[in-house]
């Protein structure tokens, strides 16, 4: 199993960069990295997937090493509508199975 | 384009009663998830259809959970008898089409509290 760890928590301020980086030391060959972003009382909403180096949308930058064993998301200039609570998972390949785990909850100060 | 619908969004009932959930995925959508989020956690797996068969109900507790996506469509879940731990979101997504890579969309949940 492609287990990820990542901080429980982390505190910021607006306008500040924001990184949360992310453990799969068990990642397969055809594994993707997704990233899912989770508000109160919402369902989580897809943020950004990426299989190496860097990926970059309208809403963040995704950083993976040549190893793939980590990954970072990263949020810049955050403000207070960023503070959710946001998953790293690994998307599996051999089962076609992604696996939430209790994320990061990231809190943003003003 | 409409999201993920889900009714009813808060539901209280005492234990051993039996509820039931409802899910209108998004229009085209082929693939549906039923996720239990309990409080702290990130969701867990239930149930994954395609189309109208099941692809993985591992993790439903059979027991006392059921689901069914009639049509390829719509879904019920439903809990008979409810227990005190089945407190929790219980979450309907979707996706275009199988696959783990495949973005979900979540709807908004449903509360479910058990007294």
Redesign the interface.
């Known amino acids: 199993l492609a287990k990820t760890t990542q901080p429980i928590s982390m505190d910021s301020y607006e306008g500040q960069e924001v990184n949360i980086t992310c453990s799969h030391n068990n990642i397969a060959t055809n594994d993707?990295i997704?990233w899912y972003q989770q508000f109160p009382?919402?369902?989580?909403?897809?943020i950004i997937?990426g299989y190496k180096t860097k990926v970059t949308n309208e809403v963040a930058s995704l950083f993976i090493p040549a190893d793939r064993k980590s990954s970072t998301l990263s949020l810049p200039r955050v403000s207070l509508s960023d503070t959710a609570v946001y998953?790293c998972l690994v998307?599996?390949?051999r089962?076609?199975?992604?696996?939430?785990?209790?994320?990061t909850r990231l809190h943003i100060l003003p | 384009e409409a999201g993920?619908a889900q009714s009813p969004r808060y539901k209280i009932i005492e234990k051993r009663q039996s509820v039931a959930f409802w899910c209108n995925p998004i229009s085209g959508h082929a693939t549906l998830y039923w996720?239990q989020q309990i409080l702290?956690?990130?969701?867990?797996?239930l149930i994954q259809f395609q189309n109208n068969g099941v692809v993985?109900d591992s993790q439903l507790p059979k027991d006392r959970f059921s689901a069914e996506r009639l049509k390829g469509v719509d879904s019920t879940l439903k809990i008979q008898p409810a227990k005190l731990e089945d407190s929790a979101v219980y979450?309907c997504?979707s996706s275009l089409a199988?696959?783990?890579?495949n973005?979900?969309?979540?709807?908004?949940?449903t509360r479910l509290t058990v007294l």
């Open positions: 993707y997704t009382s919402q369902g989580p909403r897809f997937q998953y998307a599996r390949r089962d076609d199975k992604i696996i939430f785990g209790k994320g | 993920v996720y702290g956690q990130g969701p867990k797996l993985d979450l997504a199988q696959g783990s890579y973005e979900q969309f979540f709807g908004p949940g």
